[in-house]
Nanobody, 123 residues
Framework: QVQLVESGGGLVHAGASLRLSCAASGRTFSPFSRYAVGWFRQSPGKEREFVAAITSDGRTNYVDSVKGRFTISRDNAKNTVYLQMNSLKPEDTALYYC??????????????WGQGTQVTVSS
C-alpha cells in the first residue's frame, strides 16, 4: 500500500508559523530518497497551486509568493518531507497537499498524492 499522509495544519493568526509534515509509507517509496516531493495548495473555487518542491538531491523550488517565508526540507531516514511556513498571511489559507514522483511545478508530474491538511490563517 502506497500512502502519503500530511499533518501539521491548523488555524492560526496572521504572522504565525506552522510546520507541515508529509510522511511516506509503502514499498513504492523504498527508497524514499529517490523521489522528488512537492507541496501544493488549493482554495475553494481556485485551481491547485504549486507551493514548493524538493528534488531527490535536495534542490528546492518555490512559488514567488512564499519565497523567504516557507522552507521545504526532507529527512529521508524518516521518509518525511517538511514545509516550514513562517509569517503566514490570510492568503495562505488553503488545503495543502504533498505529492511525490518526478518533481517540478506541474501537478501532472506527480503520481502519488496525500489527502491534504487544512491551513487557515485569520487576519
Amino acid at each position: 500500500q502506497v500512502q502519503l499522509v500530511e499533518s501539521g495544519g491548523g488555524l492560526v493568526h496572521a504572522g504565525a508559523s506552522l510546520r507541515l509534515s508529509c510522511a511516506a509509507s509503502g514499498r513504492t517509496f523504498s527508497p524514499f530518497s529517490r523521489y522528488a516531493v512537492g507541496w501544493f495548495r488549493q482554495s475553494p473555487g481556485k485551481e491547485r497551486e504549486f507551493v514548493a518542491a524538493i528534488t531527490s538531491d535536495g534542490r528546492t523550488n518555490y512559488v514567488d509568493s512564499v519565497k523567504g517565508r516557507f522552507t521545504i526540507s526532507r529527512d529521508n531516514a524518516k521518509n518525511t518531507v517538511y514545509l516550514q511556513m513562517n509569517s503566514l498571511k490570510p492568503e495562505d489559507t488553503a488545503l495543502y497537499y504533498c505529492a511525490a514522483d518526478r518533481g517540478g511545478r506541474d501537478p501532472a508530474l506527480y503520481a502519488y498524492w496525500g489527502q491534504g491538511t487544512q491551513v487557515t490563517v485569520s487576519s
